[in-house]
C-alpha cells in the first residue's frame, strides 16, 4: 500500500484527505542542525509537526530522525505531495518517491506558465496575473467587472499612522494557548542547545501562531470579524506601541499549509458581501493572498533554480554580527533596534519593516544578497525557501535586475518618518545627510544612488532621484562618510 509522505509545511486536510492508506512524516535532525533558525520559528514547526501527527494517531508514523533519507529511504512504496523548495525536491526524487502535483496554492503551476508564455517579451507583472487569478476563482467580482469598481485599492491603503496615535485601536489577534506538546517541544529545544546539537537565534517567548488546523481557523474567523474591517488604510503604517496593527497573522498558518488560500479569501470576501468591512480592506488582504504569495510561489519555479544567485548590483559585503544576531542594542538608529528586537521577540514583523527597514538598509549598504535571503528564511516564521528567494532576491535587493520589480525598494529617512513613529524618539534626524546626526537611511539612500547612477540613470522610475544627486553639494562629504561607516551598526 503506498505511503503519503508529509512535510513539515503540508499539514492541512488538503495534503492528505484524499489518501486513505498509512502516513509519515519525518521529524529531521538535520534541518536544524545545519542553520541557525529563529528559537520561535523552530518551536512553531516542530509543535505544527507533532501536533497533526497526534491528531492522526496510529495511522500516521511519525519518526524522530538524523535525516530524511535514513527514514524514507526505506519506504518501498512511497508518495509525496510536490515540495516547496528545489532542495527537497532533489530529495524524494533521488529517493524514487511519485511526486503529486502541489498544493496550497490558488493558481496551478500550469497555469502560471501557460500565463508566462503566453506573455511573449512583456513583463510577467503580478497586477496582471493577480487579476486573472481573480476572474479564475471568482473572487471579488461581480460578472467581469471588480468588486467597488476598480481591481485595486492600493493607493486608498497607504495611509501613514494616525497623529498622536500609539496603537490603531483595534482588537488584539487571536493567540492560542500552549500545551503540553509545546511543554515538550521546548524541553526539547532546550536540550538540544544545552548540549550544543542545535543552535537557534532570537527568544522564543509564548507562541503566537497557530499549529493545528483549529487554531489556524479561529485565527482566521477573528481577524475577518474584528479585525479586517481596519486592515487596508494603514496596513504600510508603522507604530511602535502596536507591532500586529490589523495584519492578519496568518501568512505562517498558510505557509504551515494549515489553511488554503482560496478558503482565505472566500471568509473575507464574504464580510464585504454581508457589508461587514470595506471593498479597499478585503481587496487589499485578497491581493496579498492569492496575488502576492501565488506569484512569488510560481516565480520561484519559473526563475529556476539559479535565481538565488542573482546579483545584478554585485553586492557582496557580508551581513554584519550585529544585524545577523539581531542584536538590537547594537544600533542607535531607532527604527533599525525597534525592527530587529520585534524580529528577535516574535519572529516577524509585517511587510513594511521588512521591506523598507531590513531589506532596505541591507540594499543601502551592499550585502550580498544570497546572505540576506538566507538570514530573512532563517529569521522569520513564515519563512521558507520558495517565499524568501523571490521576495529577497527580486523585490527587495533588486539583484534580479528587474524581474520583479521595475526600481529598488529603498528611500531616505523621509518615508521612514511619514509612515512610522520611530524618528521622534530617534538620536538621528531624517532631514540630515551629514554630520553626527545624519540619518543612516538618508545617507544610505544617496550613496547607494551615487554608487549605482550608471545602472539607474535611464531607468524612468529613478532618472529623477539620479539626476538629484548632482544638486547634492554635500555629495562627496557623504560619500566618505557612509564608505568609513562600512557595516558598522549606526
Not at 520561535?40 to 511519525?62: E, Q
Not at 527514514?71 to 511526486?99: C, F, K, N, W
Not at 467580482?141 to 468588486?147: F, Q, S
Not at 529613478?462 to 557595516?487: C, F, I, S, W
Amino acid at each position: 500500500m503506498t505511503t503519503r509522505w508529509l512535510f513539515g509545511d503540508q499539514l492541512g486536510p488538503h495534503f492528505s484527505d484524499d489518501h486513505r492508506g498509512p502516513l509519515l512524516m519525518v521529524e529531521s535532525r538535520a534541518v536544524l542542525q545545519r542553520r541557525r533558525f529563529h528559537r520561535a520559528k523552530a518551536h512553531l514547526v516542530l509543535s505544527a509537526m507533532r501536533h497533526r501527527a497526534a491528531a492522526f494517531g496510529d495511522r500516521m508514523t511519525y519518526v524522530q530522525a538524523g535525516t530524511y533519507a535514513e527514514v524514507a529511504g526505506e519506504v518501498a512504496d512511497l508518495e509525496v505531495v510536490h515540495p516547496t523548495s528545489y532542495a527537497a525536491l532533489r530529495l524524494v526524487e533521488r529517493l524514487g518517491a511519485t511526486v503529486l502535483p502541489p498544493r496550497g496554492f490558488a493558481t496551478a503551476r500550469e497555469d502560471f506558465e501557460r500565463w508566462a508564455d503566453g506573455r511573449g517579451a512583456k513583463r510577467l507583472l503580478m497586477e496582471d496575473f493577480y487579476r486573472r487569478a481573480r476572474l479564475a476563482h471568482g473572487v471579488l467580482v461581480d460578472g467581469a467587472e471588480p468588486a467597488g469598481g476598480r481591481w485595486n485599492f492600493d493607493h486608498d491603503n497607504r495611509e501613514p499612522p494616525p497623529k498622536g496615535a500609539e496603537t490603531l485601536g483595534v482588537s488584539e489577534p487571536w493567540w492560542p494557548r500552549e500545551d503540553e506538546i509545546d511543554a515538550e517541544v521546548r524541553a526539547d529545544l532546550d536540550r538540544w542547545e544545552r548540549d550544543g546539537v542545535v543552535t537557534t537565534i532570537g527568544r522564543d517567548g509564548p507562541r503566537r501562531f497557530p499549529v493545528t488546523r483549529r487554531e489556524a481557523l479561529a485565527a482566521l474567523d477573528h481577524f475577518v470579524e474584528h479585525r479586517l474591517p481596519h486592515f487596508g488604510a494603514h496596513e504600510d503604517a508603522i507604530l511602535e506601541g502596536d507591532p500586529w496593527m490589523a495584519h492578519s497573522l496568518v501568512s505562517a498558518p498558510l505557509n504551515l499549509g494549515l489553511l488554503d488560500p482560496l478558503e482565505v479569501v472566500e471568509r473575507a470576501e464574504a464580510a464585504y458581501r454581508s457589508g461587514a468591512a470595506p471593498v479597499a480592506s478585503v481587496e487589499g488582504f485578497v491581493r496579498q493572498v492569492i496575488g502576492w504569495r501565488d506569484y512569488v510561489w510560481h516565480l520561484y519555479w519559473h526563475q529556476g533554480e539559479g535565481y538565488r544567485r542573482a546579483n545584478e548590483l554585485r553586492a557582496t559585503e557580508r551581513l554584519p554580527r550585529w544585524f545577523a544576531e539581531l542584536d538590537a542594542g547594537a544600533t542607535d538608529a531607532r527604527c533599525l533596534s525597534h525592527t530587529l528586537d520585534q524580529v528577535a521577540e516574535h519572529g516577524w514583523v509585517h511587510h513594511i519593516p521588512r521591506l523598507m527597514v531590513l531589506g532596505s538598509y541591507a540594499l543601502q549598504r551592499g550585502w550580498a544578497p544570497a546572505q540576506v535571503t538566507d538570514w530573512f528564511h532563517r529569521a522569520f516564521v513564515d519563512g521558507y525557501d520558495w517565499v524568501m528567494v523571490p521576495n529577497v532576491v527580486g523585490m527587495s535587493q533588486h539583484a534580479d535586475g528587474g524581474v520583479m520589480a521595475t526600481k529598488p525598494y529603498t528611500s531616505g529617512g523621509a518615508y521612514i518618518d511619514r509612515m512610522s513613529d520611530h524618528c521622534g524618539s530617534c538620536r538621528f534626524d531624517p532631514k540630515v545627510r551629514v554630520g553626527e546626526d545624519a540619518c543612516p537611511f538618508s545617507a544610505g539612500y544617496w550613496w547607494f544612488l551615487d554608487r549605482h547612477r550608471e545602472r539607474f540613470a535611464d531607468n524612468q522610475r529613478m532618472a529623477r532621484a539620479v539626476y538629484g544627486l548632482d544638486r547634492l553639494k554635500d555629495l562627496p562629504e557623504l560619500v566618505e562618510q557612509e564608505t568609513a561607516r562600512g557595516n558598522r551598526a549606526p
